[in-house]
């Protein structure tokens, strides 16, 4: 069974840069990544990495964000730092975690909001 704290969000003005944190506890834990879903649209992939490393970005946050992880005792911490925030990435941010075998488990999300 995996857990998901997220942290981090909030409202910022244009231009602007947080730090999202997604603490997974558990085992097994492989790909790690965080998705968006902004009001009356789909959730959309923002970030992901994989168990070494390897990590895609949307073409709307290439430039802007970086995706990293790190192993603590019995927990992976996942983390987005944005930079020269956009009105447009305003949305409700979910830490998501794949485990072997492909299971996977989502944070409860966080709120990101952009001022122009």
């Known amino acids: 069974q995996v857990q998901l704290v997220e942290s981090g969000g909030g409202l910022v003005q244009a231009g602007g840069s947080l730090r999202l944190s997604c603490a997974a506890s558990?085992?097994?834990?492989?790909?790690m990544g965080w998705y968006r879903q902004a009001p009356g649209k789909q959730r959309e992939l923002v970030a992901f990495?994989?168990?070494?490393?390897?990590?895609?970005?949307a073409d709307s946050v290439k430039g802007r964000c970086t995706i990293s992880r790190d192993n603590a005792e019995n927990t992976v911490n996942l983390y987005l730092h944005m930079n020269n925030l956009k009105p447009e990435d305003t949305a409700v941010y979910y830490c998501?975690?794949?485990?072997?075998?492909?299971?996977?488990?989502w944070g409860q999300g966080t709120q990101v909001t952009v001022s122009s």
């Open positions: 990495i994989t168990s070494n490393s390897i990590t895609i970005y």
């Open positions: 998501n975690i794949v485990v072997t075998g492909g299971k996977n488990y």
């Open positions: 558990g085992s097994s834990i492989n790909a």
